[in-house]
Nanobody, 111 residues
Framework: VQLVESGGGLVQPGGSLRLSCVAS????????ANWFRQAPGKERELIAT????????GYTASVKGRFTISRDNTKNTVYLQMDGLKPEDTAVYFC?????WGQGTQVTVSS
């Protein structure tokens, strides 16, 4: 089983990024999927979750209204659209489903 994130990078405050997480070796469409992030010196935190079918989502308060989680089960992929980025969004972002984790992708928000 492998989860591979992509789409991170350096962006100015107020900018946007879209992260992708492609799963292989697992029937991804059966399970909830999540995005976590971990900032330097802080614990890893759950920021967004999407149901197996994609019709139910949830967000932590700090990203609600700015981030959108979605999935395309035909592509075994989960997305995180991040708009209105702030410096405090700087972190390594991880994709997760069940016990499986990606390697993370760095997002840096700075002018």
């Amino acid at each position: 089983v492998q989860l591979v994130e992509s789409g991170g990078g350096l962006v100015q405050p107020g900018g946007s990024l879209r992260l992708s997480c492609v799963a292989s070796g697992v029937t991804f469409s059966r399970y909830y999927a999540n995005w976590f992030r971990q900032a330097p010196g802080k614990e890893r935190e759950l920021i967004a979750t999407v149901s197996a079918t994609g019709d139910s989502t949830g967000y932590t308060a700090s990203v609600k209204g700015r981030f959108t989680i979605s999935r395309d089960n035909t592509k075994n992929t989960v997305y995180l659209q991040m708009d209105g980025l702030k410096p405090e969004d700087t972190a390594v972002y991880f994709c997760n489903s069940r016990d499986y984790w990606g390697q993370g992708t760095q997002v840096t928000v700075s002018s």
